[in-house]
Structures are given as structure tokens and as C-alpha cells.
């Protein structure tokens, strides 16, 4: 998925029959009754060979209180804010009315990439209200039927050239993971900088306290906040200095639970996460101290290990917590217990309200990121193999055994190890994590990802051709001798 596409309009103008049209099914409500949609929901379009993320919103009503219509304009104007393009949609029967006027204004001040589309437009019915469209200083507008699938040709068009446009941004901004090294190279980890910054992403539940965390390191309210859970919808970053260290923080979408959500929008959400954890070398995992570690929490962590990133987890509203001590041992011993992949890793307390812990958030990070790009020497990895082997020689399996015979590192980003060995299909998964907890311990490398692969190395016999062939040509040599010789 390249961007996103967010679709909007005044209530009952066709988006969410364009949406279910650009995702190929019915994933969203269709009535002429207005106001049929009130949240925020994404799908996976499909135009054409390109593919992208839509997001169907709530009608633009003129409301700025704190009513129903004024809290679902807050959230639609959210996702403009958020999406890297916006599809408008007026009705081409009804024509342009003072509340598209009204709403084509904040679209040019909100969202730089703004498209208009004339619904409803087949036929001779919708021309005039095709025409009125030009009004609105939005460009030349689409004529769509969104019921019978029409436009949707001259819409592919506009999309193709902004598609790549942030299809070279995502290039830009990939971290680069899983770096080739050589033995005797530098130690040291990449150092960021503006070019280049180190990529943080904060992930967790809705209402966790992501956005207000990111204002509070930014040292200013850039983001949106407030009570409503899911009100950051898509992946935005953001650059600042962080303790000198150049950053590029990542604002995400909150995993939702599924006992609140329909399972292909709960899906979603997980796919927005991946996305941001993708960009990320080092992903925050925040947790709310009230209710920390449920499901979807523990699948984000494990996804980030996964995917092979630095781990930091994040305990937030720890001011309001009463028996600190108490609720830090329980903590740790289920972060232990439930995600012990990542044993050692940072596990720091903070207030995104009032800032405190920000400074040991900032230290876990950055060591969490130096540990991500750690290089170890041979010689000290093969000294260290002997020693582990010795302290538990592995298993021998059937009466075989297996032969730990060397050791190295081939990669950084994580950090990557190959051992060469004897019937490394043999060796249990328990020996292996005996040697990855080992490596954590001994060369100081809590919580990071390890990968380690065992690979054969048969020794080489010198014979191993000759004693087939040798016998056969000394008996047809024999076999030439006179007899009696």
C-alpha cells in the first residue's frame, strides 16, 4: 500500500458506495437515510494495478460542538489531515451547495493533494452539477458514478502520478535493516543524522496516550488528542532533535480490540502497525498502566521482533498509578512470562500528561538502537562458544553427536549469527535459545532481536572421490595381468 485515500463529502453524496466499489465488497453500510456512517473505516482498493489504502468517513455536517455531528466531523477532518490524498465528493443532481463550499475551503487549507469528484453524474442529470463544480477552485472535476462504476478510468489517471510520488517517499524512508558485515569492520552503531535520522514508532491500543506522548517530546501540541479512542487513524511522522539524536517519530493508528470491532476492520488496524513498524529501527510499544499487556499488545511486540526491529516497552499514566512498586514488580513478571523473546528488553514507566520519565524513555531508546547495530569479533564469538559449550555440550540425539565447530557474525540490524555444526538438523530449539540467551547475558544485549542459523560444515576427506574409482580401475588393470603374475 503506496498512500491513502480518504473519502469525503457531505452526508448521503455516494462515498461509501465508492468505497465498497474501490475495496471489490460491501464492507460498508449503504442507505439513502444521510448519516448512515459515523466512524472512520479502511479497506484495500484496488484500481487498475494500483493498490492503496481508502478510508470511508462520516458526512461533513456544519457542527463544531460537542454533539454527535460535531465529534464525527472532528474525526473526518482528522482523516484528511492524515491521508496523503482526498477524494471530495459532491452530488451531481444536487449541484453545489453552500456547505461544499464551506468544506472545499478547509480541504485547501487541510490536505495539499484534494480531488474532486462529481457523483451521481451519469446521464444528462448530473451535467449541470458538473459544471457548477469548476466553482469551487478545486481543479477540474471527475465525473463518477460510483452505483454503475463509472470515472473510475479517469480516476486511475490522476492517482498513477501521485502514487509514485509517494512510492520513492516510502523508498526514502525505509530504515535500512539487515546489513551485511565483515570481520575486523567498525563496532560502532549508525549514527543518525539529519539526513538519515534514527526512526522511532510508537505503537499500542487506542487511547493508550501515543499522540499526547509525541506532543510531549515534541515540546508542542502537534497532534491531535482527546477521550475518543481511534482518533489517530494513519501512520504520520514527524522530525525533531530528541536529546540532540535526529529523529523521525511515527504517530500510529491504535490496535483495537475484537470484541469492539469487526475482524476485517481489527485486521486493519494490525496492518496499519506493521506498516509503521516497517519504517521504524527502534518501535516504543505503549502500554497503559491500567491495563497492560492484552492481546493486542502482546501480537505488536512480537510483531516488531518479527520483523527484526529494536523493542522498547513503554508503561504510560504512571502518575495516576497508587502502588508503584508493587504494579512495576507485577510488570516485569509478566512481561517475562508472555513475551520472552524479548528478555531484557527496556521496560521504562512514564506520563505522557506531565513528561516525567521522558528522559529515561529517551536513554532506553537509544540504547536499544546501539544494541540493534552491536558487532561482535570472532575471536571473542568462538572463545564464547567454547565456554558455553563446555558449561552444556548439546544433546546427542539417537547417539549422534553434534559438534559445535565455529562461530560468526554476518549481519547487524539485527544482530545475525551463524554457527557451523554437525547435523545442524538435529540440534533441539532449546540448545538454540540456550545460545541466544547466552549471547544477551555475556555481550550485553538485552531485548534486541538475534537470529541465529545453524549450518552444516561436513569436514573434507581428502579420499572422498578416489575410494569409489580407485578399486574398479585396480581391478581392470588386475584384470590385464597374465595369470600366475
Known amino acids: ?22 475495496v471489490g465488497k460491501r464492507l460498508a453500510l449503504v442507505d439513502d437515510q444521510p448519516g448512515v456512517t459515523r466512524d472512520l473505516r479502511e479497506g484495500e482498493a484496488r484500481l487498475g494495478d494500483l493498490r492503496f489504502t481508502v478510508i470511508d468517513t462520516a458526512g461533513l455536517e456544519e457542527a463544531d460542538d460537542e454533539s454527535l455531528q460535531g465529534r464525527m466531523r ?94 520513492e517517499r516510502a523508498e526514502r524512508d525505509a530504515p535500512v535493516t539487515d546489513v551485511d558485515v565483515e570481520d575486523g569492520e567498525d563496532a560502532g552503531p549508525r549514527v543518525p543524522t539529519r539526513a538519515r535520522p534514527l526512526q522511532i514508532a510508537v505503537v499500542g491500543r487506542p487511547n493508550a496516550g501515543k499522540s499526547t506522548l509525541i506532543n510531549k517530546v515534541l515540546g508542542e501540541d502537534r497532534l491531535l488528542t482527546g477521550p475518543e479512542a481511534g482518533i ?71 510483531l516488531a521482533e518479527r520483523e527484526g526491529r529494536a523493542v522498547v516497552i513503554a508503561v504510560n499514566k504512571w502518575d495516576v498509578e497508587e502502588h508503584k512498586q508493587e504494579k512495576l514488580r507485577e510488570l516485569r513478571d509478566s512481561f517475562e512470562r508472555l513475551l520472552p ?31 540493534w547495530n552491536r558487532r561482535i569479533s570472532t575471536a571473542k564469538l568462538n572463545q564464547w562458544l567454547a565456554a558455553m559449550v563446555s558449561a552444556h555440550p548439546p544433546p546427542a540425539p539417537g547417539g549422534r553427536r553434534i559438534k559445535l565447530r565455529y562461530m560468526t557474525q554476518v549481519k547487524t540490524r539485527p544482530p545475525g549469527f551463524v554457527v557451523m555444526c554437525s547435523h545442524p538438523e538435529l540440534l533441539p530449539e532449546s540448545y538454540r535459545r540456550y545460545l541466544i540467551n547466552g549471547l544477551r547475558d555475556d555481550f550485553d544485549m538485552p531485548g534486541t532481536p538475534i537470529r541465529m542459523t545453524m549450518r552444516s560444515q561436513a569436514e573434507k576427506n581428502p579420499y572422498k572421490d578416489k575410494k569409489k574409482s580407485t578399486p574398479s580401475r585396480l581391478r581392470k588393470h588386475l584384470g590385464k595381468r597374465p595369470h600366475g603374475e
Open 74 to 167: 472532528r474525526l473526518t477532518e482528522r482523516a484528511v489531515e492524515m491521508a496523503d490524498v482526498c477524494l471530495f465528493l459532491i452530488d451531481g443532481r444536487a449541484g453545489v451547495t453552500p456547505t461544499d463550499q464551506v468544506f472545499a475551503d478547509i480541504l485547501r487549507r487541510k490536505n495539499a493533494n484534494v480531488i474532486l469528484g462529481v457523483n451521481k453524474a451519469e446521464g444528462h442529470a448530473g451535467e449541470a452539477g458538473a459544471l457548477e463544480a469548476y466553482a469551487l477552485g478545486l481543479g477540474e472535476p471527475l465525473r463518477l458514478s460510483a452505483e454503475h462504476g463509472e470515472g473510475l478510468e479517469d480516476l486511475l489517471d490522476v492517482l498513477m502520478p501521485i502514487a509514485e510520488q509517494f512510492r
Open 232 to 302: 489517530t487513524r494513519d501512520a504520520i511522522s514527524l522530525s525533531l532533535d530528541w536529546g540532540g539524536v535526529p529523529v523521525r517519530i511515527f504517530d500510529t493508528a491504535g490496535m483495537r480490540k475484537k470484541a469492539k470491532v469487526q475482524e476485517k476492520l481489527e485486521k486493519l488496524s494490525v496492518s496499519d502497525g506493521l506498516r509503521a513498524v516497517k519504517f521504524a529501527e527502534v518501535v516504543v510499544v505503549l502500554l497503559d498502566a491500567a491495563i497492560p499487556f492484552e492481546q493486542q499488545d502482546l501480537r505488536i511486540a512480537d
Open 341 to 371: 523473546q524479548l528478555r531484557g528488553a527496556p521496560l521504562v514507566t512514564v506520563s505522557a500528561l506531565t513528561g516525567r520519565g521522558l528522559d529515561r524513555l529517551q536513554a532506553a531508546v537509544m540504547k536499544a538502537h546501539e544494541v
Open 1 to 22: 500500500m503506496t498512500f491513502t485515500l480518504a473519502i469525503v463529502g457531505r452526508p448521503n453524496v455516494g462515498k461509501s458506495t465508492l468505497f465498497n466499489r474501490l
